[in-house]
Structure formats: C-alpha cells, structure tokens
C-alpha cells in the first residue's frame, strides 16, 4: 500500500514537472529555458529535478507528447457520437480551442520543434519527431473525415479537403497566441466566434442559438 501511495505521489510530481516545464518552454522558448528555471517554479533543487527527466530534452519530449496525447483525446471524445458531421465538427472546434486556451502557445512551440528551423528540430531524436508527428497525423485525420462527410453531406463546401483541414487547424491553433484575457472577452465567446469562423471557412450557415 505504501508503496502505491509512493508511486501515485511521484506520478502527480512528474505531471507537475511536464505542466510547469511546458508553461516556462511555451512562453520564453526552449533554449532560454533553464532547469534551474522550472525547479524554482516548482520549488525543487535542480538534483531532484533531474531524478525524475534525464536531460531536458527528455523532458521537452515529455512536454510535447503528453499535450499532443492530451489533445487528440478531447478531439476524439469530442467528434464521437451519432450528431450529423458540421454539429461533431462544432464540437471538436469547441474542445479544440478551449484545450488551445488552456494550454496558451504551445501549439507554435510544437510545430517549431517538429516542423522549424533545423537547430530546433534537432534538439528531438528522429524517432521522437516520428512519435510526434505521427499524433500530429491523427488529428489531422480526424478533422479531414468529418470535412469529407461534411462535404459528402452537401454542408460543407471545399476545392481540397486537406487544404480545407490544415486552414481549419490553423486558425484554430493559432487561437492560444493572440488571445488575451480582457473585461468583456469571455473564453466562450472566443469559442462560439471560431466555431463560427470555422463553419464560414467550410461554406456552411452559421448555427443560431
């Protein structure tokens, strides 16, 4: 038993870690990003830091991974269900730019370590990249089927579903960067409004509520 509780403890610490680690690599990048910066955060010595990640490349895979994990989940959770293609995809926008919210600028730092300058994305093994990509791949997936079904619904208009998929993933992942708390811009009227944008970009009415 006590040694359950020891590894639920050390679980929960190291998500701490991964959370932290991401805020401080999101907002001043990765290479002006120390470990002693994230120990202090976390008000821990930089020796119990690296007890748990190796080096921090280690750790900015654990970052990255764990919010693309994270993000392909809600996305999922999301589009399941049996509602017509434009009302799942409503959904999936939803959860989508709610989890970009959260998260504030991670997805320019994922793409930069997957998709940037080469001295940045050499700081991830090939096969790390793979991993990465490869979950990157699944979401993009999942947007591009229920365009498709869209389309085939007649709801959607489009001259290239893959086009289509990366202009919607683009204005909703860009969503984390330029918003900014203000008196009077509520987190769901910035979701309702990209939802909208969305359904624009698609050709399709905008639902009334």
Known sequence: MASERIAAKRAALRLRIIEVAL??????????TTTIDIANQLQMTGPALYHYFGTKDELLFACLEQ???QQVAE???AASGDLPPSERLDKVVRAQVAFEL??????????????GPQYLTDMLSRERREILRAKQRAL?????GLISEGMDSG????ANVAVAAFNVLALIQYTGVWYRP??????????????AAVRRLLGAPIATT
């Open 23 to 32: 805020k401080e690599f999101s907002a001043r990048g990765f290479e002006a």
């Open 67 to 69: 919010t693309l994990d």
């Open 75 to 77: 996305v999922s959770a």
């Open 102 to 115: 959260k998260q504030g600028s991670s997805a320019p730092l994922i793409n930069a370590h997957l998709y």
């Open 140 to 144: 993009v997936h999942l947007y591009r």
């Open 155 to 158: 709801v959607f208009e489009s």
């Open 182 to 195: 203000k008196r009077g811009r509520k987190v769901f009227d910035v979701v309702e409004a990209q939802v």
